[in-house]
């Protein structure tokens, strides 16, 4: 196995262009474990941690931008303000030690159904930025999951950064696992509330090939909300709605039956969790923006 | 050269006072304590020697195979290969195992369960071992799989071992059984009772999931035998399996411990022992074997899974009538220590109550599931889950507190067990149940702090599943019974070699056995021993090997009433002869400066305190180190409990046991029953001890203990498809508790001496990992309506889906 260890971004993406099989390592959390247990062999691994520039993270007009190699703790410790949800997720995974390492961007380039991270990024809107020697795009989270491990990057490409939307409203983030802490997830909901387009976004994680959006779910609970003026007064969409939405949310599943749950047991949680995540963050913007008459 | 050992000589001083002499009934540091929370521990995993190959197992991927043919040739040909061996390349014996020698070194010509060693490598790198083994080509022909009761027993089920020879095979009713004891007391069937229930039970495998997986380094030896330093249950155990294996003289086969990371009864058997010394004696290299996490789930027997039925007949006024139970128990590819397992299921199966007549059977099965054998509880654990289960049962049918129903049939000294073994020691249930229950309950609502709400107080945790939605509490109770020691007629014993002299003025005692030092504190209680009856404060515990006697295993709660009293016995010697010594020297007329006359010093009562020799009165006679001057006293000595008999195969009636030992459980959880997720919020524990020599090591078993039980509850289960392949061999799958599904266990410890055991102590560790199960599972039941008849309990479970 050939360790590549690049001193800068530049050279990084000459070294992923000449061998693009080389494998990116940055936190490891998920890599070395493939390794370990003899999963995975890779002819190269491709060293990012040397690489300081990955790690910087900073504010822009209404996003922030994510370095590469920034670690969950970071993200739970400075951009809990900002990025609710993704705080949140980031709080569940792994261990301490786990956080003090992996990354946000190592959490996409593993692509995993599970990802704590992913429900987050798809409510709050975010784009991640791929780079290679021929030039860098940006990618929509949306558009970022293939298939469970799959994802948009080609062979050449690695991840800069990712730029999530700084939140306008209130998020949550909920995740069902079966043990308190230190679990993968059975299934997780996010939910965010844009008061300033008036929308409502929701995805699950881990109860389909990749996370995604529900959007039938969204599309039914905008047009409730937009209906009955609920943006305007506050109040909060009729019980019948937000039942009828996270039946929606969980009609969005397509589950696999595992030693993690049972594709029934996915569904049903999701359906949960939807509710609860939509019960609370409503409560959280009659409560911070105080309740309209 | 040479082997780097774990720490040695540990030596210990009785420092947690300046009062305190460090003997027993204090709670002395541990000497390991500190070097293990700081990373500095040495376990076996570490052990390194400066010219070493690496040994590396290859494991069959079926769970029931013919092996058609083996071809080492591509694996040999790697460069850094040493060695390849398979079954055609063993030296002698081929077979081994605990009490049936039926389990193969390496797979003949038949594989019976996945993950079975068929071939092995030594290489001088553990990656290059890896590759070569992967090179070694093996044509299986797989075999129906066998992988429940009536697969096993079906009369065309195939036979998994054809030609049985153990003492068992005569009377079982199938091949596939190894073995089966029915216990039968009153007369079952005519009782009559008023209420009667039934239920059909599960129990989960369970791992041990100890955290330091299997590991050691065998080194050739220039007398042609192997030195192997190991982490093991039972160094003796291995040696008498090992030297026929080797073909070697035991005398030839010497074994050290190194440092253990748990083991729960899953080292009880034999792991990386044969394959290690194996590949060292033919290589004459030292070979290190170390098992990852992944090849640990395959490298060790696991917890029996089990089905009971139970039915359980009572008054109105709630005095149980009888009990007919049936527990099935997995005991996977081979025997290990199943029928073990069985006799106390079968004798310990209706639970620490008093019941006129009693029909119960217990069995094991051969099956192509992952091997089952010894686990802290080993029988009795399956068995409370279901008896309990049935006593909860039994008071909503009675409409009776679960608690009085317990009270009204608990066991106490002077009954009888269903085995017609008379209970001679405290069997203090009720009172046990009392003090659990009358704890004052944890408030509700935990995660309300400050007006806000704290997650990590819910199910789900900082998940944030809940933020307090669909929380109902619930409480419930459990209560069991657990033999200490091992039974059945068994020849127990334990060996202890102590030596007295003087080191720099300071008379000091070294206590050599070669008790497995697993994490459970025994080397800490036996300096306590030492001091408490030699009267010195300095003890050196020297490493545990086989140059001294048996000491037996490392399991059944029994080492320090077995190797702590063998310790005990040897320092009573030596202070015997301590004394003599004196009186000979009086005689002699050696000291005249010695206070106290011939009288004083024949004085039976005579004692060794604070360097001193002391009389009843408290008179001092003359200090230890002058008594011994240049003099070195050593004893070894064997302890052996009192025997017991095995239990009649037929009616399961004899005096089996030893000594039992009881805990109480109350549970309360909080179920988010909407999600189907549970934390328990308190888990407190009421137990006997007889006496307590280390209360904090005994509060550890307990908290230990009642964890592992826990874990069964709510998470921990081997999932094993019908073709016996293991779902979930990983920490990632298999889910042990962290410590925010640990809740606060407060501990109530009784001390009703056991006049038969050293010191009136009674084994502490099993008990606990048995009530807390059924008192967590009640607890849920209560929160949830549900029957939850299986182990662990799943969200599934709870929601219907």
Redesign the interface.
Known sequence: MEFLRPATWREALAVKAAHPEAVPLAGGTDLM?EI???RRRPERLLDLSRLTELRDWHRESDTVRIGAGVPFHTVIDRLAAELPALA?AA??VGSPQIRNRATLAGNLGTASPAGDAHPALLVAGADVEVASARGTRTVPVEEFFLGPKRNALAPDELIRSVAVRTATGPQ???????????????C?VALALHPDTRTVRAAIGSAAPTPLRAREAEKFLNGVLAEGDHWATGRPPPPAAATRFAALVAAACAPVDD????A??R???VR??AR?TL??AWRARTSTEGAPA | MGVVPPPAGLTQRGDTAPDASGGIGESPHRPDGVLKVTGDFAYASDLWHEDMLWGHTLRSPHAHAEIRSVDTAEALALPGVHAVLTHADLPAATHYGLEFTDQPVLAGDRVRYQGEPVALVAADHPETARRAAARVRVEYAPLPVVHDEATATAPDAPVLHPDRDDHHAAHVPHPNVVHRQPVLAGDPTHAVADVVVRGDYTVGMQDQAFLGPESGLAVPAEDGGVDLHVATQWLHVDQRQLAPVLGLEPERVRLTLGGVGGAFGAREDLSMQAHACLLALRTGRPVKMVYNRHESFFGHVHRHPATLSYEHGATLDGRLVYVKGRIVLDGGAYASSSPAVVGNAASLGVGPYRVPHVAMEALALYTNNPPCGAMRGFGAVQACFAYEAQMDRLAVALNMDPVELRRRNALTQGDTMPTGQPVDAPAPVAELLRLVRDRPLPPPRPWEVDGGVDPRALPGGLARSSLGEGIVRGVGYGVGIKNVGFSEGFDDYSTARVRLAVVGGEPSATVHTAMAEVGQGGITVHAQIARTELGVSRVGILPADTSVGSAGSTSASRQTYMTGGAVRHACLAVRAEVLRLARDRLRRGERVDWRGDEAAWNDPGLRLVGGEVVTPRGEVLAALADVLGDEAIERELEFRHRPTRPFDRATGQGPGHVQYSFCAHRAVVDVDVELGLVRVVELAAAQDVGRALNPRAVRGQIHGGSAQGLGLAVLEEVLVGPDGTVRNPSFTDYLIPTILDTPPMPVDILELADEHAPYGLRGVGEAPTLSATPAIVAAIRQATRLPLTRVPVRPEHLTGT
């Open positions: 474990v370990n247990f003899d949140m709080r569940t949550q983030f909920a995740k069902v696992g079966t043990r308190n802490a230190m679990v993968i997830a059975v997780a030693v993690r749950g049972s029934d047991y569904r049903h949680a949960v969790l609860r019960d609370r």
